[in-house]
């Protein structure tokens, strides 16, 4: 069992900033790659950035203005978002590509999986 629990999202004025987080916890072996992504209403669910063996990607409308870091004693992956637009609005999803210890037989099973969090609303709005 894997769970990613979402934290930080709310009602911000234009220009304010938000810091989102994401713990992910249970049979975790290892974590290959943690992200964010987020879908407004009516629309696709686009990442936003990700984060893998030290190196960050960012969608083109968030360069500059999202940071996206990780804490690997936590496992738990952040986005500092400054500057924020009406247009950042959407619900943010945290995602993570990890791979699963559970016993089996006289050893154990890993199992790599993608997971997501529950999401967290993120408003932009004066």
């Known amino acids: 069992q894997v769970q990613l629990v979402e934290s930080g999202g709310g009602l911000v004025q234009p220009g304010g900033s938000l810091r989102l987080s994401c713990a992910a916890s249970?049979?975790?072996?290892?974590?290959?790659?943690m992200g964010w992504y987020r879908q407004a209403p009516g629309k696709q669910r686009d990442l936003v950035a990700s984060?893998?063996?030290?190196?960050?990607n960012y969608a083109d409308s968030v360069k500059g203005r999202f940071t996206i870091s990780r804490d690997n004693d936590k496992n738990t992956v952040y986005l500092q978002m400054n500057s924020l637009k009406p247009e950042d609005t959407a619900d943010y999803y945290c995602?993570?590509?990890?791979?699963?210890?559970?016993?089996?037989?006289?050893?154990?099973?890993?199992?790599?999986?993608?997971?997501w969090g529950q999401g967290t609303q993120v408003t932009v709005s004066s």
């Open positions: 995602n993570a590509v990890l791979t699963t210890k559970l016993p089996y037989g006289r050893g154990y099973r890993y199992e790599r999986g993608n997971y």
């Open positions: 249970g049979t975790i072996f290892s974590i290959n790659a």
């Open positions: 984060i893998a063996s030290g190196s960050t």
